[in-house]
C-alpha cells in the first residue's frame, strides 16, 4: 500500500536550519510532482513548495522562497524540505503530499517547534 | 487567489445533510479539491475537479460548483463525518491555496 512517511521533526531554536525527509513507497515516486504542505498547531493547511517529477522545477510559497528548498531523489524514492533561518511562526506539522496539484497521498506529519 | 469558506462552524444533526461552500477571488474554473481533515490525521481527498469523487469516497460526499463558486454537501451525516473540512484550488497550478476550513460539528 502506498506509504509517505516524514522524519527530521524536532525542537529548534529560532535562525537554525533543519532538514526533514519523506520516504514513499507503494507507488512510482519518480513519475509524481510532490509537495510540503503544512499546519500550524490547531490553524490551517498551508501550502509551502512543490517538486516536479524529476527534480528540474521548484515553485514556494512567497512568503518562504528564499529560506527553504525542496529536493528529491527519486533513486530512494525520497522528498526533502531544507529549513533555514527558522522563525517561530515556522512551528508546525509538516507533511508531504503529492501526486498532482491536489493531493491524493499524504504523510502522516512530522512537527517542527522553532522555540529558544 | 484568496479562498473563503462558509461557514467557519457549522452544526447539523446525525441524520441531516451538511452544505459548505468555497469561494474563490477569481475563476479558476473546475480546479478544486475538498478535503476531511479528523483530529490527530492527516487530510484525505474527498472531491477533485470540483466535483469527482477519490477513490473509496462514499457517495454521500457530493462537489458542485465551477467558476469562483463551490458547494461540499454531505448527506445522511454520521459522527464519523463530523471533521474539518477545506476546500483548494489548483488553477493555472501555482501558488496553490486552501481556504481556512470549516467544522462540521454535532448539533
Known amino acids: 500500500q502506498v506509504q509517505l512517511v516524514e522524519s527530521g521533526g524536532g525542537v529548534v531554536q529560532p535562525g537554525r536550519s533543519l532538514r526533514l525527509s519523506c520516504v514513499a513507497s507503494?507507488?512510482?515516486?519518480?513519475?509524481?510532482?510532490m509537495h510540503w504542505v503544512r499546519q500550524a498547531p490547531g490553524k490551517g493547511l498551508e501550502w509551502v513548495a512543490v517538486s516536479s517529477f524529476d527534480g528540474t522545477i521548484e515553485y514556494y510559497a512567497e512568503s518562504l522562497r528564499g529560506r527553504f528548498t525542496i529536493s528529491r531523489d527519486n533513486s530512494n524514492s525520497t522528498l526533502y524540505l531544507q529549513m533555514n533561518s527558522l522563525r517561530p511562526d515556522d512551528t508546525a506539522f509538516y507533511y508531504c503530499a503529492g501526486r498532482a496539484y491536489y493531493f491524493d497521498y499524504w504523510g502522516q506529519g512530522t512537527l517542527v517547534t522553532v522555540s529558544s | 487567489i484568496v479562498m473563503t469558506q462558509s461557514p467557519a462552524t457549522l452544526s447539523v444533526s446525525p441524520g441531516e445533510r451538511a452544505t459548505l461552500s468555497c469561494r474563490t477571488s477569481?475563476?479558476?474554473?473546475?480546479?478544486l479539491a475538498w478535503y476531511q481533515q479528523k483530529p490527530g490525521q492527516a487530510p484525505r481527498l474527498l472531491i477533485y475537479g470540483a466535483s469527482t469523487r477519490a477513490t473509496g469516497v462514499p457517495v454521500k460526499f457530493s462537489g458542485s460548483g465551477s467558476g469562483t463558486e463551490f458547494t461540499l454537501t454531505i448527506s445522511s451525516l454520521q459522527s464519523e463525518d463530523f471533521a474539518v473540512y477545506y476546500c483548494?484550488?489548483?488553477?493555472?497550478?501555482?501558488?496553490?491555496?486552501f481556504g481556512q476550513g470549516t467544522r462540521l460539528e454535532i448539533k
Open positions: 477569481q475563476s479558476i474554473s473546475n480546479n
Open positions: 483548494q484550488q489548483y488553477d493555472n497550478w501555482l501558488p496553490i491555496t
Open positions: 507503494g507507488f512510482t515516486f519518480g513519475r509524481y510532482a
